[in-house]
T-cell receptor
Framework: AQSVTQLGSHVSVSEGALVLLRCNYS??????LFWYVQYPNQGLQLLLK??????LVKGINGFEAEFKKSETSFHLTKPSAHMSDAAEYFC????????????FGQGTELSVKP | NAGVMQNPRHLVRRRGQEARLRCSPM?????VYWYRQLPEEGLKFMVY????????ESGMPKERFSAEFPKEGPSILRIQQVVRGDSAAYFC??????????????FGEGSRLTVL
């Protein structure tokens, strides 16, 4: 069965600093991996996804993530944090063998200090 | 292009009442997923439906919860005899095909249920 672990429920960075949100997955089949962002009282918005091909994927708002099969990781990064990046971030893996629902991690709340 | 529409956005019920949450998927989408988000927790899968069929209900509580996606009209998540523990945000997502193939779900803004 697929599962996702996000290390750190809260991450705080200064504006302009590197953002690194960690995600490790477990999957019995080649995974589809996703990062979603949730702003307060809103739904989830797709940041980026990995399905096949290039292991470094770029998303919206300057975010990117790298699929590392050997480490079963899909960490999210952004070189320079902006105040508007403050939100909750969810890593997810697709349950491809069971109808394709997404299985989410617990989420990481990102705070950005001025 | 309307996205996934959920209503009501906020719902208050007393213990023992019924809650009905509605979800209209994006135009052309025939696959609907319901998730529940409890405070300080991630999203937990509840049920996956296609038109008139429940495909996967492995995340649905065995009692009081039901879901449908009729041929015409929105998908409905129904909670009977609500209890305080049902207080949560309920999110609906849709996809063009099974998300295993398309790889992406489009989410609504959620329905926030408060049980007094």
């Amino acid at each position: 069965a697929q599962s996702v672990t996000q290390l750190g429920s809260h991450v705080s960075v200064s504006e302009g600093a590197l953002v690194l949100l960690r995600c490790n997955y477990s999957s019995s089949v080649p995974p589809y991996l996703f990062w979603y962002v949730q702003y307060p009282n809103q739904g989830l918005q797709l940041l980026l996804k990995y399905t096949t091909g290039a292991t470094l994927v770029k998303g919206i708002n300057g975010f990117e993530a790298e699929f590392k099969k050997s480490e079963t990781s899909f960490h999210l990064t952004k070189p320079s944090a902006h105040m508007s990046d403050a939100a909750e971030y969810f890593c997810a893996v697709s349950d491809r063998g069971q109808g394709g629902k997404l299985i989410f991690g617990q989420g990481t709340e990102l705070s950005v200090k001025p | 292009n309307a996205g996934v529409m959920q209503n009501p956005r906020h719902l208050v019920r007393r213990r023992g009442q019924e809650a009905r949450l509605r979800c209209s998927p994006m135009k052309g989408h025939s696959h609907v997923y319901w998730y529940r988000q409890l405070p300080e927790e991630g999203l937990k899968f509840m049920v996956y439906l296609q038109k008139e069929n429940i495909i996967d209900e492995s995340g649905m509580p065995k009692e009081r919860f039901s879901a449908e996606f009729p041929k015409e009209g929105p998908s409905i998540l129904r909670i009977q005899q609500v209890v305080r523990g049902d207080s949560a945000a309920y999110f609906c997502a849709s996809s063009l095909g099974p998300s295993a193939n398309t790889g992406e779900l489009f989410f609504g803004e959620g329905s926030r249920l408060t049980v007094l």
